[in-house]
């Protein structure tokens, strides 16, 4: 007993995947639209035809009277009826095309189906339903499904036999597409007949065809699937162009490959009842939890809307009370004016009182009352001729101005979680640390704090890259670490490992909760530690040309006096100022990497690495020297055989204009500050040209030294691209140097842990500027 309600429970439960999603009954000749979601197909015809696109011409269904033979003679009866396949293709044609279209009218509209399961239109193509097959297994189901719960009692009478009393029908024909008693089968399939030959099957009230085939090309059956389109293709389709290049396999393996996969996920969910059981009370829970949360929201609702109500009540009192001072203190002023005018009349009050005083004959009696009746009758006069209202009887001043807070009630909602911030990718980089930059949109709510995650990408033995855009499986190998309850609009994340690109994301939190995330963004850091120098400018400087900012960090060369007084010599010859500067660390061991920043504006700066003792002695030289190039004993390249038996003293790429050039794919050439061919090899990705090649200034150029091997490459800071990169001598203390040819500036990447420290840089040593003569 037991056993047959679990099994009515389970098929109850099923009956849920067997609906229409649009009638909410059991579906009944299913198609399979794009989004591969199934809906009857009488169903999605009248959908199309209340979106207003035309009414396709349906035949009746095959179960109904019109279609069965007991409403034709015998002799029509006898007829060969339709193939199976060409009525399944007659139901799903009128779609895309209708009667009294003309070839030359324009091109058909592509039609648009809502579906409702996915909430938004899928697009059918100009066919409209032709395009949709029929899902034929899916039928089957139904048909089994409606075996086991309700054909089981009720038996299929013969749609033959004559009223009133129909026989219940043992036989269904599957060409007919109808169900027949022993008799009515013997009258409808003679002997010697075409009919006799047709596929019998057991009585069901749903007749579908025997295969698929394609629906352009007739009799084709479905022999293969394209992986690329997610379709099924016979052989002419496969032909076609437009699946030129495109992964096909027969439809057998595509068929044991879904197989499969299906059978591993049902015996993955079936092994997993436990956990789907606990998901199962936790949601549960969760439904009881949110009754029970939405009860104490609306009872905080109608708390906060009593507590406005009485709130708006007191002030309505308040208000009233101070209106109704001021018009008890007007009415007054007004009643005593009033009074006052009323004792000017004629006979009444003060000229009354007046008249009886002119009758007094006696001087002294007349002059001692008559005073105080002289002024008031002289204020009462003055009065009269300068008349103005003791109060103002409008109230424009007590009129309120409620379209703010009317705006504001109006405005009145659920407090909501922040949106998705948005991440400044201009500012946030990867240095000594690792900072994060970003705003909430204008139309977002306040945050009170932000969670900041981060992960390392995973690297699978061998380079691979693990994981894809969103994570993947380097999620659960990397799991994201969490700066919690962060202010402000930044943070600084430390301890991380060199080399690496690590994933970004924030959010915000109020009392809403957590908003969404913001976009991922990948930040790869330095290859090497980063070292930390300052510019030394204790010696040598021209202050006419080269200036040092005040934190140590940046420079500007300015083309001063040395010019002009070399224009008398410009037809001959050019005089170009060289002026060098040096970081104050001496590097002698281990990798270093450090970044700066070109002006695009600046004419020629060099930006690299060299020899200590060897930049001195270059640029300790006399003013009017020559170019090193054509000096023996410089250690620059000048043609000799022992350029490639060692490394050059320094290592420049040049940079100006905002261009920067990477010199060619030879090590032939060793690096000099005055002609710009830069010593050292490209790498792979390098310019493949024998002249060497320019391409547009990275914003920050990164450089690495690995003194052990005797290496610098060249970077774009931005992305940790790899330029360049080149030999370097390292058998002595190696330092940054920056080379400045007329007009420039450059500025030092500051570090992340130093943006808000104020230190005081050590000075240690600066090179010496000379003057270049450079014949043309």
Same mark, same amino acid.
Do not use: I, W
């Given at each position: 007993m037991d056993a047959l309600v679990r099994i009515s429970s389970n098929l109850k439960n099923m009956e849920q995947e067997l609906q229409c999603p649009v009638c909410k009954g059991m579906?009944?000749?299913?198609?399979?639209?794009?989004?591969?979601?199934?809906?009857c197909l009488l169903c999605a015809s009248e959908v199309l035809v209340q979106s207003g696109y035309p009414p396709?011409?349906?035949?009746?269904?095959?179960?109904?009277?019109?279609?069965?033979?007991? =409403?034709?003679?015998?002799?029509?009866? $006898?007829r060969p009826l339709p193939k199976a396949d060409r009525v399944d293709r007659q139901l799903r044609t009128g779609f895309g095309t209708y009667p009294g279209r003309r070839r030359k009218d324009g091109p058909p509209q592509v039609m648009l189906f809502p579906c409702v399961p996915c909430?938004?239109?899928?697009?059918?193509?100009?066919?409209?339903?032709?395009?949709?097959?029929?899902?034929l297994t899916l039928e089957r189901i139904v048909e089994r499904y409606r075996h086991t719960v309700s054909l089981g009692s009720a038996a299929v009478t013969c749609q033959f036999c004559k009223p009133p009393q129909p026989l219940e029908? =043992?036989?269904?024909?599957?060409?007919? $597409?109808?169900?027949f008693c022993n008799e009515c089968f013997k009258l409808y399939h003679p002997w010697g007949t075409p009919r006799a030959q047709h596929e019998h099957v057991l009585p069901t009230l749903n007749f579908r065809p025997k295969v698929l085939s394609c629906i352009e090309h007739d009799q084709e059956r479905l022999q293969f699937y394209c992986k690329s389109c997610q379709r099924l293709l016979c052989s002419l389709c496969k032909l076609r162009r437009a699946h030129t290049g495109h992964k096909i396999i027969p439809i057998t393996q595509a068929y044991q490959t879904l197989k499969d996969k299906i059978t591993k996920e049902l015996n993955y969910v079936l092994s997993n009842q436990d956990t789907v059981l606990s998901q199962i009370t936790q949601l549960e829970n969760v439904i009881t939890q949110t009754e029970v949360n939405s009860v104490s929201a609306r009872e905080q609702l109608v708390q906060c809307m009593r507590e406005l109500t009485a709130l708006i009540s007191e002030r309505q009192s308040g208000l009233t009370q101070v209106l109704e001072a001021s018009r008890q203190r007007r009415g007054e002023a007004l009643a005593n004016q009033v009074a006052e005018?009323?004792?000017?009349?004629?006979h009444a009050g003060l000229l009354a009182f007046a008249q009886e005083l002119l009758k007094e004959t006696d001087p002294s009696c007349f002059v001692h009352s008559a005073r105080h009746t002289h002024n008031r009758l002289a204020k009462s006069i003055e009065s009269l001729q300068c008349f103005s209202l003791a109060a103002d009887p409008s109230f424009r001043h007590f009129q309120l101005d409620v379209a703010r807070e009317l705006k504001l009630l109006s405005e009145l909602d659920f407090i909501q979680a922040p949106l998705a911030p948005v991440i400044d990718t201009q500012r946030t980089l990867a240095y000594d640390q690792l900072f994060l930059c970003w705003r909430l949109p204008q139309d977002s709510c306040p945050a009170w704090h932000f969670s900041v995650e981060y992960r390392r990408r995973g690297v699978v033995p061998g380079g691979g890259v693990r994981g894809g855009i969103r994570g993947g499986l380097a999620a659960a190998r990397w799991g994201w670490q969490r700066l919690e309850e962060v202010s402000g609009n930044s943070a600084v994340i430390d301890r991380l490992e060199m080399d690496s690109v690590y994933v970004l994301r924030v959010r915000g939190c109020n009392k809403a909760g957590y908003g969404e995330y913001s976009e991922e963004v990948y930040l790869h850091t330095p290859p090497a530690p980063v070292l930390n120098f300052y510019l030394d400018s204790r010696w040598g400087l021209h202050a006419d040309r080269l200036v040092v900012s005040k934190e140590q960090r940046g420079a500007r060369s300015i083309p001063g006096l040395s010019l002009l007084q070399a224009a008398d010599r410009a037809l001959t010859s050019c005089h170009l100022t060289a002026d060098l500067l040096v970081g104050d660390v001496a590097i002698t061991q281990g990798r270093h990497y450090w970044a700066c920043s070109v002006e695009p504006g600046s004419y020629l700066v060099k930006v690299g690495v060299g020899l200590e003792s060897k930049l001195q002695e270059w640029f300790h030289l006399p003013q009017e020297m020559a170019s090193p190039r054509y000096d023996p004993d410089s250690g620059h390249d000048s043609g000799g055989e022992d350029a490639l038996d060692s490394p050059p003293p320094f290592t420049f790429l040049t940079m100006g204009m905002g261009k920067i050039y990477l010199p060619p794919n030879t090590s032939a050439h060793h690096g000099c500050p005055s002609n710009g061919r830069d010593s050292g090899i490209s790498v792979s990705n390098g310019p493949t040209s024998p002249?060497?090649?320019?391409?547009?200034?990275?914003?920050?150029?990164?450089?690495?030294?690995?003194?052990?091997?005797?290496?610098?490459?060249?970077?774009d800071a931005h992305s940790l691209r790899p330029l360049w990169e080149g030999a370097v001598d390292c058998s002595a203390p190696v330092c940054p140097a920056f080379c400045f040819i007329g007009g420039g500036a450059l500025q030092l990447q500051e570090l992340v842990a130093n943006r808000n420290a104020d230190q005081t840089p050590v000075r240690r040593v600066t090179i010496q500027s000379r003057v270049i003569k450079m014949n043309k």
């Open positions: 579906v009944k000749q299913p198609v399979v639209l794009p989004c591969l979601h199934s809906v396709p011409d349906l035949p009746p269904e095959p179960n109904s009277p019109a279609s069965t033979p007991n =409403t034709r003679s015998p002799r029509q009866a $006898r909430g938004r239109d899928v697009e059918l193509g100009e066919r409209g339903l032709a395009d949709c097959m029929r899902n029908a =043992t036989k269904g024909c599957a060409d007919c $597409r109808a169900n005018r009323r004792s000017l009349q004629e002249t060497g090649a320019t391409y547009p200034l990275p914003p920050r150029l990164g450089v690495c030294l690995d003194f052990e091997k005797g290496r610098v490459t060249f970077y």
